[in-house]
């Protein structure tokens, strides 16, 4: 069964940086998409970014580009989401969830994955 752990939230202030990571485990292949969707009180979720370790493929959501980076460990099947220039509308519970297998680029409908994890708060103040 696969398993994501998000981890690295909290609490900073506006103009700040933040890195959150997505630990995976329980892939039984090695093609796999992860996205980070985030949800602020009272709003739908979001996407946010996604990552295709299968051609190595990112995207941005327009709310995040030149912000946030999505970048991978292979070896660790850990995701991360660096955030720069944090605003306090980027306040919300932030989700990682895989899809695997996965095949070709990238995958930026909710809809498409198939695990999510727990999530990780993230707050800033302005």
């Known amino acids: 069964e696969v398993q994501l752990v998000e981890s690295g939230g909290g609490l900073v202030q506006a103009g700040g940086s933040l890195r959150i990571s997505c630990a995976a485990s329980?892939?039984?292949?090695?093609?796999?998409?992860i996205g980070w969707f985030r949800q602020a009180p009272g709003k739908e979720r979001e996407g946010v970014s996604y990552i295709s370790n299968s051609d190595g493929s990112t995207y941005y959501e327009d709310l995040v580009k030149g912000r946030f980076t999505i970048s991978s460990d292979k070896a660790k099947n850990t995701v991360y989401l660096l955030m720069n220039s944090l605003k306090p509308e980027d306040t919300a519970v932030y989700y990682c969830?895989?899809?695997?297998?996965?095949?070709?680029?990238?995958?930026?409908?909710?809809?498409?994955?198939?695990?999510w994890g727990q999530g990780t708060q993230v707050t800033v103040s302005s």
């Open positions: 969830a895989a899809r695997s297998p996965h095949f070709g680029g990238i995958a930026t409908a909710q809809e498409l994955y198939d695990f």
């Open positions: 329980g892939f039984t292949s090695d093609e796999w998409a």
